[in-house]
């Protein structure tokens, strides 16, 4: 179960760097945090911590939830919209096209 820790711990590590954009991972507060819980909670000969694998579940479920707000914002940037579109491109976009608009001087006989 060491390297299901670890694992998720490298994958913490991974996206608090995207979300920081520091290399060096001591100055980031939540992972010397997340670092000292998962030596806190490990299971040694002298104590054992609450539920064997809760530190784990913790984890993977808050990597989850940084992995998801990434995507999410990606998904954001990637399909947010431009604005207003006026009628003409609206119909453009589904490939339609709008009838003339009628105006009174193109429909006035020229006087000869």
Do not use: W
């Not at 490990?42 to 984890?59: G, I, L, M, P, Y």
Request: hydrophobic share 30%.
């Amino acid at each position: 179960m060491a390297s299901r820790s670890s694992q998720v711990l490298r994958s913490l590590a991974k996206e608090l760097k995207a979300i920081y954009k520091k290399e060096n991972l001591q100055e980031i507060p939540t992972y010397t945090y997340l670092q000292e819980q998962f030596r806190n909670f490990s299971v040694t000969e002298q104590k054992v911590c609450r539920a064997q694998h809760e530190v784990n579940h913790v984890a993977a479920t808050y990597l989850c939830h940084l992995e998801s707000a990434r995507k999410l914002e990606e998904l954001c940037s990637q399909y947010r919209g431009r604005g207003e579109r006026t009628i003409e491109s609206s119909a453009n976009i589904v490939g339609l096209k709008l009838p003339k608009l009628f105006s009174e001087e193109a429909s006035k006989p020229s006087d000869q």
